[in-house]
């Protein structure tokens, strides 16, 4: 059955630095989502994206947060500038429609760990 | 804002019993309302979706249902196995997802 992969599952930074997060939707997804969990907290959106846009994005997603499709089968996170808070499991999704009409199909996470 | 709460946080029953988790929302202008499980360490794994015109959806032994006038949502797990221990999330659906806080099941055989 297919899948949303990521890589890398862990990911330990310093405080400043940049990560980026890759994901592999599955491959007849048109539409693409990333959210984070704060250990002990509730998952979050941070962004959707359709059609090389982004398409919604929460609050949280500010300017130091970016998203990519650099080829036909990537979907990226950078954050640009990690802080402390920054600490999370971040979590890519997929879906044939969007949210509306479809479930999602979420991949199984990259833990981020700031220093 | 759109705010998602369950309750109980936690619960723990014995093998075979049958038991309701609750969901409620503060913005019933949603499209639809998801359950999705947990497991410690893994992604969400999506169990039922329930469209807003909807009521209820059925899954095997997993049964969903919504009623948006009161924004609440209930998923109803029949005969429950060991095996169903996880972590259950609500999710209410406009342009964003919101969800809930969860509720950590533990099913003791």
């Known amino acids: 059955e297919p899948e949303v992969t990521q890589t890398p599952s862990h990911q330990v930074t310093q405080m400043g630095q940049e990560v980026i997060l890759r994901c592999v939707p599955i491959?007849?997804?048109?539409?693409f989502y990333w959210y984070r969990q704060i250990l002990g907290q509730k998952v979050e959106f941070l962004v959707s994206?359709?059609?090389?846009?982004?398409?919604?994005k929460s609050e949280i997603f500010d300017d130091q947060f970016s998203v990519e499709r650099p080829d036909g089968s990537n979907f990226t996170l950078k954050i640009r500038s990690t802080k402390l808070e920054d600490s999370a499991m971040y979590f890519c999704?997929?879906?044939?429609?969007?949210?509306?009409?479809?479930?999602?199909?979420f991949g199984p996470g990259t833990r981020l760990l700031v220093l | 804002k759109q705010e998602v709460t369950q309750i109980p946080a936690a619960l723990s029953v014995p093998e075979g019993e049958n038991l309701v988790l609750n969901c409620s929302f503060t913005?019933?202008?949603?499209?639809?309302l998801q359950w999705f499980r947990q497991d410690p360490g893994k992604g969400l794994t999506s169990l039922l979706l329930?469209?807003?015109?909807?009521r209820e959806q059925t899954s095997g032994r997993l049964n969903a249902s919504l009623d948006k006038s009161s924004g609440r949502s209930t998923l109803y797990i029949a005969a429950s196995q060991p095996g169903d221990s996880a972590t259950y999330l609500c999710?209410?659906?406009?342009?964003?997802?919101?969800f809930g806080t969860g509720t950590s099941l533990t099913v003791i055989p």
């Open positions: 999704a997929s879906s044939t429609e969007d949210t509306a009409q479809e479930t999602q199909y």
């Open positions: 329930i469209q807003s015109s909807q």
């Open positions: 491959s007849n997804h048109l539409y």
């Open positions: 994206f359709y059609n090389n846009e982004i398409s919604e």
């Open positions: 913005d019933s202008a949603i499209y639809n």
């Open positions: 999710a209410a659906t406009g342009n964003q997802f919101y």
